[in-house]
Antibody, heavy 120, light 107 residues
Framework: EAQLVESGGGLVQPGESLTLSCVAS????????MSWVRQAPGKGLEWVAN????????YYVDSVKGRFTISRDNAENSLYLQMNSLRAEDTAVYYC?????????????WGQGLRVTVSA | DIQMTQSPSSLSASVGDRVTITCRAS??????LAWLQQKPGKAPKSLIY???SLQSGVPSKFSGSRSGTDFTLTISSLQPEDFATYYC?????????FGQGTRLEIK
């Protein structure tokens, strides 16, 4: 059974950094594009970034370019999101999501999400 | 960026009803559209990809269709567990974008 387990969330002050992790199991992680998607409190879903199965391509939403870095370690079945210069507007629940059918962002499976709060 | 506009934003229906939610893309996205279901406090669940293909394990009461840049999600014979928020999402081009959501409530 597929699983995506996120960790690393919490409360940080504006300008600080945080790294999110997502460990995959139950499927061949190294074959899948992976994404981070976030949801601000009471708001809709926002795609943040994705990474190709071999790490050779990465894409970001404009609002996080230059501040966030997506990466993966296929040997560890792990996905990461390094978040620097955090802002209040980055406060959200962050989900890792697996893309299926060889698409870059046709999400077939989601992690349970973790909360990131950026506040002084 | 491609804007995804869902209608209605909210919808009240009764158990047993059939409902339709519409999503319009601001430009062509071919059939690269997904529908997601989200219940309060839970992660999204993927229902449909490629506009009309059911994800594994999703009941056939859910169906999707496409007409140009207009997409619809139809849910037949509503059950209590179907009351949730539904999102459309395009994956044709970057940035990946979602509709604003349609909240389906029990009448």
């Amino acid at each position: 059974e597929a699983q995506l387990v996120e960790s690393g969330g919490g409360l940080v002050q504006p300008g600080e950094s945080l790294t999110l992790s997502c460990v995959a199991s139950g499927f061949t992680f190294s074959n899948c594009w992976m994404s981070w998607v976030r949801q601000a409190p009471g708001k809709g879903l926002e795609w943040v970034a994705n990474i190709k199965y071999d790490g050779s391509e990465k894409y970001y939403v404009d609002s996080v370019k230059g501040r966030f870095t997506i990466s993966r370690d296929n040997a560890e079945n792990s996905l990461y999101l390094q978040m620097n210069s955090l802002r209040a507007e980055d406060t959200a629940v962050y989900y890792c999501a697996r893309s299926d059918f060889n698409y870059a962002a046709a999400f077939g499976f989601w992690g349970q999400g973790l909360r990131v709060t950026v506040s002084a | 960026d491609i804007q995804m506009t869902q209608s209605p934003s909210s919808l009240s229906a009764s158990v047993g009803d059939r409902v339709t939610i519409t999503c319009r893309a601001s430009q062509g996205i071919s059939y690269h559209l997904a529908w997601l279901q989200q219940k309060p406090g839970k992660a999204p669940k993927s229902l449909i990809y490629d506009a009309s293909s059911l994800q594994s394990g999703v009941p056939s009461k859910f169906s999707g269709s496409r007409s140009g840049t207009d997409f619809t999600l139809t849910i037949s014979s509503l059950q209590p567990e179907d009351f949730a928020t539904y999102y459309c999402q395009q994956y044709n081009s970057y940035p990946i974008t979602f509709g604003q959501g349609t909240r389906l409530e029990i009448k």
